[in-house]
Each structure stands twice: as C-alpha cells, then as structure tokens.
C-alpha cells in the first residue's frame, strides 16, 4: 500500500510515522528501510536505502521516505523512471511506502494518482503549538489540503503526539515551536471574566441611582396594624406596620374552624397546663381515658387496662385542690358510681371497673287474676 502524509514542518509527520512503522513491523514481523533523512538513535535494525533501489530488497519491506519529494520531485514531460513506474507494481510483493513531504504538489505526480484506497492521504494540522494534532484523512490524494473547509470532505481526529517516540530519531536540533492561543480562545476567556465584572459595576451604579438621598420616611402606625410582638418578634421590640397581606394573614387559623389558632392569638394562647390521664372506665369490651377538664384521651387499649389497674401517679403539680376535698385519689369502683362529679371536675386518678351489662327477662303473668296494687314510687333493678 502507499501512504502519504502531509503538513508543515513541525507538524509531527516523522513523529507519527515512525509510531506507525515501528508497530506493523514488530506486529508482522517485517524489515524497515528508510531514506535516511533523520537520524535514527533507538537500533530497531532499520536499514539505509536509496530511493532508486528499492526493487533490490527482498519482498515484504516497509519502505519510509520522509521528505519524498527529493526521491519522487515533479518531472516536466520526461519519460516516466522505471523506479517511479514500477510503484504501480508494488502490491505484487507485498511491500508498504510510508511517504512524508509538506504538500501533496511538491511530489511526482504518477505517484501521487497511485495512492488510494486501502491507503490514504493523511493532512496533520498542528493544534497552535500544543502537543496535538489535528489529523484529516482521506482514500485518495487532495490537491488542496491546506485550505480552511478541507475537512468536511474527510475524516477528521485529534491525535495526541507518543512522547516516547521523540527519543527514537533526531529530526531537528531544536524545536522552536511554542504553544500559541488563538485568538478565539483568548476573547472568550475575556469575556467569561468581564462580563460578571462589567454587570456588577451596572448593578452598583443603578443602586446608587434609585437609593434615596435623604432620610426614608416611616409610616404612622394604623389602629389594629401595630404588632408588639409573635412567633417572628418577641415581646416588647420595636414595633412595625403591617402591611394589609400581613394583617389579613394574621386572622387566618392554622387549623380550619379553630379561630384561635391564628398568629394573632399566639401571645394569648401559650400553653399553662399539660393533659394527662385524670380517669380511665374499662368494660368488657373497651377502656377509655378522660384528662382533668373531662376530655377524651387517645391512649391505647393496653395503657389504658395499666393505668385502670394501676393508677397513674402525677409527679409535676402540687398537693391537688378540688370540689372532693379530703377524699382519697383513688376512688373504689361503688364510691365513684354514688359520688355526684361535675362532668368538668372529675376526681384526680379515678379509675372505673363497669361490669358487663346483662339483659332482664320479664316475669311470666300469673294463672289467675291477681288485683292491682295500690300505686307506688317507681324502683330500679338492681343486676348481680
């Protein structure tokens, strides 16, 4: 196969080249011959040719001419050399030309309608200096690689340059090339630190320009908008007009349908007491507990049983005083069922053992007519 690459000096065309070389030799196991116009230092056993002899070697050879067009220059109508006509023979004995030179013109041109598919043309365009390299390939040779736009009708990678390869030849005794920033890059860097810069000195400029000079005058307080204090403010700091959505807002409940839960009413409405279990009543088939101002309690079914058992000993207040006075806190069932309660004063610690209630079946009516009794007060059953 021919393949040929081209690019400027410096663009890297030895350093990839010999990369390329190196590797499909050790892979198939093929002598290299090179034209010599770089001086090898790694001995991989590549040997010196002349460009005219290249039909002397044996088959199978990789062949690299760097700078080929001083072995293949531009003929002006001469007859075609047997050496550059027998390339057209190359693929009979299975060699393989690696070619470098600056531009695909510079070269003969029956060579160069030669290259083609599996080969390539490969054009390297250096990356501003840095240590890569912008590679375009094609099947077959571009006359103009060189142009902006040549791409689009190639295949197009960044490739990085193999630094272990520099210490194979020397190819210049100094390399003056230094990494260049495009402009592009250096105007978009300007701007990503500008622009936030340039807007915070507008939007300081149009602060000073909209704050007042003088000093901002406070309105009056309206009667039902001034707010002493909350869940925002504590008591006793520095008072403020509401704003007509904040007074609104302050009437609106938390919980819907209890009018005392709105933040106007939090100062008024800071718990002083705590519920806690003043009577449990267990029947056959549920146990109830009720707090000190004779609400229910939702208290599991095994506390409740525990506490009705038990009791529940109340170690945060003071000796209690009530309307039972000097009654014990812990009230027998039957003591508790005669004792009149207000519903609101239910004793401290009561605890109630209802037993189950059982149906009463009517008497059977006499045999014979018995005559009525004399009137009386009504009576009560009373249920074993």
Known sequence: MLYLRTGANGAGKTLLTLRDVREKSLAESRPVYYNGRFNMVADFGWIKIDAKDWESVPDGAIFLFDECHNDFPIRSGKEVPRYVSQLAEHRVRGFDFFLLTQHPMNMDPFVRRLIGSPGWHQHLKRASGAPLVSV????????????????????????????????????????????????????????????????????????????????????????????????????????????????????????????????????????????????????????ECFSQQATKLDVPLDLCAQLVKGGFFNDWQAALKDANAGRPLQESPVAVAAAPHDPLTLPKQTRVLAPPLRPVLPTPAPAAPVPAPAPAASSVAMLP
Do not use: H
């Open 136 to 287: 375009i390939q094609w099947a077959a040779v571009n006359d103009a690689p060189q142009k902006a736009g040549s791409g689009a009708s190639g295949q197009v990678t960044m490739v990085k340059y193999p630094k272990e390869v520099y210490d194979w030849y020397v190819s210049t005794s100094l390399d003056t090339a230094k990494v260049r920033i495009p402009f592009q890059v250096k105007l978009l860097v300007a701007c990503v630190v500008l622009v936030p810069l340039l807007g915070y000195y507008a939007w300081t400029m149009l602060q000073k320009t909209v704050a007042p000079k003088g000093p901002v005058p406070v309105a009056q307080p309206l009667l039902g908008q001034v707010r002493t204090g909350g869940p925002d403010r504590p008591p006793g700091s520095e008072k403020r007009v509401l704003t007509t959505a904040e007074y609104v807002s302050s009437y609106q409940p938390r919980l819907q349908g209890l009018a005392y839960t709105a933040p106007r009413y939090d100062e008024m409405t800071k718990p002083v007491n705590v519920p806690y279990p003043a009577a449990c009543i267990q029947s056959k088939t549920r146990c």
